[in-house]
């Protein structure tokens, strides 16, 4: 992976073999992100998504492996308890033209993955809202 950074963008080249998630903790430590946008596409070989069911307040995971390209990647960097929190979503298709997708958990480029992550001066913590069963922005 590398990347450069122009004053609150940061453009990244993620590489072969590595894992998304990973490397966006990696450049968040490095550069002390605490809240930031981020954007990608490229391609992957092996990926888990999860679909959140309001009901019973779960995810349901599924796993994806094989040549796959990345229509979508969406989601912030933001902190929760003053920590590190991500929060992505992925939709990548297939051979055929059918599309997955859905909260990221995990993804392993096969190619290359072309990110831009704009920083936000400030901070929005996250807290756990047990009415709706996610980890909601905190706006206080």
Do not use: W
């Not at 990221?104 to 047990?130: K, W």
Request: proline residues 1%.
């Amino acid at each position: 992976m590398e990347y450069r950074r122009f004053q609150d963008t940061i453009v990244v080249r993620i590489d072969k073999n590595e894992e998304i998630t990973e490397q966006i903790r990696r450049i968040a430590e490095q550069e002390q992100i605490k809240l930031a946008s981020v954007q990608a596409l490229g391609a992957v070989n092996d990926f888990t998504v999860g679909v959140f069911d309001t009901i019973t307040k779960t995810y349901a995971s599924n796993r994806f492996q094989g040549p796959f390209e990345i229509v979508s990647l969406t989601g912030t960097i933001s902190t929760m308890d003053g920590n590190f929190y991500l929060h992505l979503h992925m939709s990548a298709g297939d051979g055929t033209g059918a599309v997955y997708g859905g909260h990221l958990n995990r993804a392993n480029v096969s190619a290359t993955c072309e990110m831009v992550i704009h920083i936000i001066p400030g901070q929005v913590d996250r807290a756990f809202s047990e009415e709706i069963g996610l980890n909601l922005f905190r706006f206080d």
